[in-house]
Every structure is written in structure tokens, then in C-alpha cells.
């Protein structure tokens, strides 16, 4: 199985809940090698361009508001199968649609305010990663 990226985001009402180490600590335990993280403040503008694809969508001012609202963790994560492996780990963008057990399920407190962000392709963990990370910031774990 080849090695994939993704890029996650713990969002600012994960900071805001003191829930950064669980996360993190669920993200490694489910076999993630963190090859990149830093902590940071979005302004409405570079959420603006993250969420870019977004534009135009009824949510997407509200998406912008809330992630320029406080820090977050913007992580890229490596493992084989790194995609489907971490929306698994994550749960349904929707927590109340989220499995048992899953990061949104036992955090999250809407659609809105989810906990997390995680690539949804290996095309977009690219293209998302290389917005918070140079490839000089990305750090082998493994040899």
C-alpha cells in the first residue's frame, strides 16, 4: 500500500476545548506519522482562500468567521492509505451522522464547529498542505 499525505487542520474550537493533545494523541495511536505541524492564527483572508472552493456556498461565510476565530493546527499527516484511513478516523463532517467512536462523534458540537478538517482526495491533501507548508518544512519521521 503506498504512502499517502493529508492535510488536517484541528480547528479553533478544538483549541478553544483543550482537546489538541486527545486529538493528536488519537491521530498517532491510529498509526499517523506527523511529518509536519505548526500552530497559527488564520485571518479571514487566508481562510477565505483555503475554504476558496467553497465561495459562494450559504455556509462559507460562516465557515471563514469561525476558522479566523481563534488558533489552530494545521497538521500533514503520512501513513499508507492516509486518506480513507483518516476520514474514517475523523467521522462524518455532520458529528450527529458521525460512527461511534470517531473524533467528530465524541468532540464535535455541530456541522459548523466539527473539530477537524481532513483532505477528502490525495489531489487536495497536495494542494491543501502546500497552503500552510513549504516541502522544507516536512520532516521524514521514517527512513
Not at 478544538?14 to 505541524?37: P, W, Y
Not at 488558533?71 to 492516509?82: H, Q, R, S, W, Y
Not at 489531489?123 to 516541502?135: H, P, Q, R, T
Amino acid at each position: 500500500m503506498a504512502v499517502e499525505r493529508t492535510l488536517t487542520i484541528l480547528k479553533p474550537d478544538c483549541i478553544r476545548k483543550n482537546l489538541t493533545g486527545e486529538v493528536i494523541r488519537r491521530i498517532q495511536e491510529a498509526g499517523f506519522d506527523i511529518v509536519a505541524m505548526k500552530l497559527t492564527r488564520l485571518t479571514k483572508d487566508t481562510a477565505g482562500g483555503f475554504y476558496a472552493v467553497h465561495k459562494g456556498k450559504p455556509f462559507y461565510k460562516e465557515l471563514v468567521e469561525f476558522m479566523s476565530s481563534g488558533p489552530c493546527v494545521p497538521m500533514i499527516l503520512e501513513k499508507g492509505n492516509a486518506i480513507a484511513d483518516f476520514r474514517n478516523l475523523i467521522g462524518a463532517t455532520n458529528p450527529a451522522e458521525a460512527d461511534e467512536g470517531t473524533i467528530r462523534a465524541d468532540f464535535a458540537d455541530s456541522i459548523g464547529e466539527n473539530i477537524i478538517h481532513g483532505s477528502d482526495s490525495v489531489e487536495n491533501g497536495k494542494i491543501e498542505s502546500a497552503y500552510f507548508f513549504s516541502e522544507a518544512d516536512i520532516v521524514a519521521v521514517k527512513s
